[in-house]
């Protein structure tokens, strides 16, 4: 298996304009996380998705993120508009949750993001 | 969910050296994970270990897990400049999402 898969690896943008981030879960895989770390707070998870449907977003900074999970094998992030203060590093984690939870995760390589 | 404290927030250590980091937690768990993320990268999982495990190895790594005690704790012998990384612990009550700690920066020396 490739592992996850995020594109692009790096972004460089300006303040104002849109940004998508895209992640590909590994195949079998039912939970995808996407996270964000910079320095100043760790890594934080924004919000993750269980069979494709968002069960936990509070760590969505604000209504300028969105996240989708159109299928099992991929899903975006989107910021509109975006801000410098949103340069970062952000991952795509996937996981196959049993019934207990707790599993481990996988992560992909992450998207460096900077907002000009 | 809950979050797991690592201790130290950093370690530098001579190559060749016992590497040890702590991980405290709040309150009862299923498991306990250990997580690693080299520069740059995405973390690793190194490993998972059950609430009803005492200590579990992984070629040089590791874990011990002291429920009564909430912590656990990552050992790396003979470490290699390889090993130089963020280290974090995930401790987990079944939830199914994990919330990860700031981690313990370990630097190897040459």
């Known amino acids: ?104 995760q996988y992560f992909g390589p992450g998207t460096r993001l900077l907002v000009l | 969910s809950q979050q797991g404290e690592e201790d130290p927030q950093a370690l530098s250590i001579q190559e060749g050296e016992n590497a040890t980091m702590n991980c405290s937690y709040k309150t009862s768990i299923n498991n306990l994970q250990w997580y690693r993320q080299n520069s740059g990268r995405g973390l690793v999982h190194l490993i998972l270990i059950r609430s009803n495990e005492r200590e579990k190895h992984s070629g040089r790594l590791r874990v011990t897990l002291d429920t009564s005690k909430k912590s656990s704790s990552l050992l790396i012998t003979a470490s290699r400049a390889a090993d130089t990384a963020s280290y974090f612990c995930a401790p987990s009550q079944g939830a199914q999402k994990l919330v990860f700690g700031q981690g313990t920066r370990l630097t190897i020396n040459p």
């Open chain 1, 1 to 104: 298996d490739a592992g996850v898969i995020q594109s692009p690896r790096h972004e460089v943008t300006e303040m104002g304009q849109e940004v998508t981030l895209r992640c590909k879960p590994i195949s079998g895989h039912n939970s995808l996380f996407w996270y964000r770390q910079t320095m100043m707070r760790g890594l934080e998870l924004l919000i993750y998705f269980n069979n494709n449907v968002p069960i936990d977003d509070s760590g969505m900074p604000e209504d300028r993120f969105s996240a989708k999970m159109p299928n099992a094998s991929f899903s975006t992030l989107k910021i509109q508009p975006s801000e410098p203060r949103d340069s970062a590093v952000y991952f795509c984690a996937s996981s196959l949750i049993l019934a207990g939870g707790g599993e481990t």
